[in-house]
């Protein structure tokens, strides 16, 4: 009788902690980690992620890899930071991947922990967003898709939910370049009409050669962009299951449900074997879509509701595993891929997310808003249910913790950034492993962070920090999104925090107020040049050519460029 209550769950089922278990992961899209009851939240209700945080583990230190989805969800996959793999931007416009008809995406030689862990016997799911990159070469070749990235399966967007899938919505993609084209193309059409009026009032003779160049000239330069910027809804926002596309343009009023219907059914399908289900919500990322049921439900407005949508999500999914009596054997992790998005917004409404104390959000390189994220464990029987952790920890850090649960074998041939989570979730290991943590703003090194070993203390070193607009904001209102580089502000001195003092980073130090302001300097100057000496140059996803519309390498259901299909059946779970 002891040993089995030792081994096994109150319902059962074998949970020796050396067996494999599965692996549910859950990332929210932009979400804050001020929006969460259990991070501090009384404005919006998340019950269901409240409950996974009271019975498992919560991080309170944890850290994305980047400060937007691409390169952020590139590090989550790889353990590995996004410059590594060509996964970061030079340029402040692309700093995500922009177009499905790109040839830019995750490289082909990285391998992510969905194929360690398929090469370990697990079933992999990936159910909703994906956002690197589909195909290289032709059409359909489909060299970045996730199934060639160790998915079994795949049902979802091959690129992520926008503003310009919602035709009623403003535009969100390239907003500012848009108005710009739109202007150059009106003053370049004008030419033509121009030159016609010396002509008819016979002031001067203009040839219609000329006239007629003009005209082409301002035909083509409408046409060049046109083509992709006219058609956001049809080109990006698609719904595939796995190599096939299900909806274009994609129904974005059902694609929730639809996700949450295909996440039930994975575990269904595969509740008698090992599996790893990576739910990518859609949620939180505008146009904000919820169910009428959801409408006006928060104190938060139509955020708010987004987030409670997403929350009954997580309880629909936490119910499956009960359902299925796999809780106890399944460790479940929740996140978001990056802070919260404080420039969007509907006149004066506020689209995004709150960061709590936090300074800054998505976008924001290394201000610690736009990178400090949730991060909940939950695993009965293995971790000790309400812990707290405020160690600095990485998404990065999830690679090599699936690694070592299900089995897997690290690469050898490249540098692993993640370090392993289980010794500290489990309470083996007081002391994260991290010592330094580089935070990145495209290719640009913003700022480092040291965790000293000897002590508590977390310093933070910002190198270059966005200037806000309107001064003083907090945020970079007049652009949608901060710069890396040009409209930035260098610090020589650098700018100094004591995070674990000032977690705000609201009290800049100095020589004058910290005695060991130099010695903390010349640390991360050290690190700084260690870290650089282990980079390897990789190819540049984020080049211009690799970053721009190509007709022959969009996705197209149909004849191109006439492409829409509807294959989706009406079969939806019931809201409550």
């Known amino acids: 009788m002891s040993l089995c209550c030792l081994f096994c769950g109150v319902d059962g089922t074998f949970t020796t902690r050396n067996s494999r278990p599965n692996i549910v992961l859950l990332m929210a899209d932009d979400l804050g980690v001020g929006d969460l009851c259990c991070y501090g939240n009384n404005s919006v209700s998340t019950p269901n992620v409240d409950r996974l945080a009271s019975e498992g583990v919560m991080l309170t230190q944890h850290l994305a890899a980047a400060s937007m989805c691409t390169p952020s969800r590139a590090a989550f996959l790889t353990g590995r930071y996004p410059i590594r793999s060509g996964m970061v931007s030079p340029y402040n416009l692309n700093r995500a991947l922009t177009w499905l008809g790109g040839s830019s995406g995750l490289p082909t030689n990285e391998t992510t922990f969905a194929k360690l862990l398929q090469h370990r016997g697990y079933r992999t799911g990936l159910i909703g967003k994906w956002h690197l990159g589909l195909s290289c070469a032709s059409r359909n070749d489909h060299c970045y898709h996730p199934l060639n990235h160790g998915f079994h399966y795949f049902y979802g967007m091959p690129f992520g939910l926008l503003s310009d899938c919602q035709a009623s919505r403003k ?141 009954w999500m997580v309880g629909k999914i936490l119910d499956a595993l009960d359902r299925e009596r796999l809780a106890n054997h399944t460790l479940v992790y929740f996140t978001s891929d990056n802070g919260g998005h404080l420039e969007s917004l509907d006149g004066g409404t506020q689209l995004g997310g709150w960061n709590g104390i936090y300074k800054g959000g998505k976008g924001m390189g290394g201000w610690e808003g736009g990178i400090r994220v949730p991060g909940i464990f939950r695993w009965p029987t293995v971790l000790e249910a309400g812990r707290v952790i405020s160690e600095p ?48 703003c495209g290719v640009y090194l913003h700022t480092v962070r040291w965790h000293q070993k000897d002590c508590a203390t977390v310093w933070k070193v910002h190198y270059v920090t966005p200037k806000f607009y309107p001064e003083g904001t907090g945020a970079c209102y007049g652009s949608g999104v901060c710069s890396c580089s040009g409209d930035v502000t260098y610090h020589d001195p650098p700018l100094l925090f004591d995070i674990s003092r000032d977690p705000s980073e609201a009290i800049p130090l100095n020589p004058d107020n910290e005695p060991l302001f130099d010695s903390v300097i010349k640390k991360m100057e050290a690190a700084i040049k260690e870290h650089r000496g282990t980079l390897t140059p990789a190819p540049q996803q984020f080049s211009v050519f690799n970053t721009i519309w190509k007709p022959w390498l969009q996705p197209c259901c149909g004849t191109f460029p006439f492409c829409g299909c509807d294959k989706e059946d009406d079969i939806l779970p019931t809201a409550p």
């Open 171 to 311: 535009p969100e993609l390239h907003r500012w370049l848009r108005i710009r084209l739109w202007v150059s193309t009106a003053l370049i059409g004008l030419v033509p009409f121009l030159l016609l009026i010396p002509k008819f009032a016979r002031w001067f003779s203009v040839p219609w050669k000329v006239i007629f160049f003009f005209a082409l000239l301002a035909f083509l330069f409408f046409t060049s962009w046109y083509s992709s910027y006219g058609f956001i809804r049809r080109w990006n926002c698609i719904l595939m299951r796995n190599h096939e596309i299900i909806q274009q343009p994609m129904k974005e009023e059902k694609v929730a449900s639809l996700l949450l219907k295909e996440a039930l059914a994975f575990i269904e399908r595969y509740k008698r074997e090992p599996f790893l289900l990576f739910f990518s919500f859609l949620h939180v990322h505008t146009p904000l879509i919820s169910k009428e049921k959801f409408v006006g439900h928060s104190k938060y407005g139509r955020y708010g509701d987004n987030v409670e949508e997403m929350d």
């Open 393 to 440: 920890t990485s998404l990065m850090d999830i690679y090599p913790t699936l690694s070592y649960i299900g089995g897997g074998i690290l690469p050898q041939d490249r540098v692993i950034d993640g370090q392993n989570l289980m010794p500290l979730l489990e309470g083996r290991a007081s002391h994260s492993h991290h010592e330094f943590l580089f935070h990145y």
